[in-house]
């Protein structure tokens, strides 16, 4: 693959990571139109506490499927509101490929939901610090934990189907092991490499 061809190749994960580090150098001024832009998205006064920034605002509306892999019409809104022509750029470079390689992505994502089942029935306290470690935003931790009056294992679920929606790439068991491992969970972590190793396809 050529440079120029690489360059108009953007895939979801790494386009969101782009918009975050443009949206992270937004002012007051331009998160609070983003903000007033999308009122109606936002469900409650305390989740709005916890939206102090771009980045933030960004996960929220992923979360909530106003921004997804095959509609990014509120981030070309939110490029729009703050003005920000960069934003623009990067959002052209982003490449939708829908139905590439269905074999290859259906036999990594059947086994992601058994993969987080044994993380669920199994993370127990540890929920909260795996859901940092794979990089979830503080408003939806809290939010999860709000809602699911400290029943550990459906907020584990709960976080894990949220990682799922905010995560579109297609590693997200290889990562989940890795955030294991991060947290020093090696028996679980061991567990679902196992899964992973068991579901793919043989050579």
């Not at 960004?58 to 003005?83: F, K």
């Not at 490929?97 to 994502?109: G, V």
């Not at 929606?165 to 290889?174: N, Q, Y």
Request: proline share 3%; hydrophobic share 40%; aromatic share 6%.
């Amino acid at each position: 693959m050529s440079a120029a061809e690489n360059h108009h190749q953007l895939p979801f994960h790494e386009l969101i990571e782009e918009c975050n580090n443009m949206l992270a150098r937004m002012d007051t001024l331009q998160l609070n139109a983003l903000i007033e832009r999308f009122s109606t998205e936002i469900d409650s006064r305390q989740t709005l506490n916890y939206l102090v920034d771009g980045p933030s605002l960004l996960t929220y509306l992923i979360s909530r499927h106003v921004v997804r892999p095959d509609n990014l019409s509120a981030l070309i809104a939110m490029a729009e509101v703050a003005d920000r022509s960069d934003l623009k750029q990067i959002i052209g470079r982003y490449c939708y490929l829908p139905s590439s390689h269905p074999e290859d992505m259906s036999a990594l994502i059947d086994n992601v939901d058994p993969a987080f089942a044994q993380v669920s029935e199994s993370i127990k306290n540890d929920w909260r610090n795996l859901a940092r470690q794979l990089t979830l935003a503080e408003f939806d931790i809290a939010t999860i934990q709000a809602s699911t009056s400290n029943d550990q294992q459906l907020a584990a679920s709960e976080m894990l189907n949220l990682y799922r929606r905010t995560k579109s790439h297609l590693d997200l068991v290889r990562e989940l092991v890795t955030a294991l491992r991060a947290i020093k969970r090696f028996s679980l972590a061991a567990k679902v490499d196992e899964l992973l190793v068991n579901t793919l396809p043989s050579q």
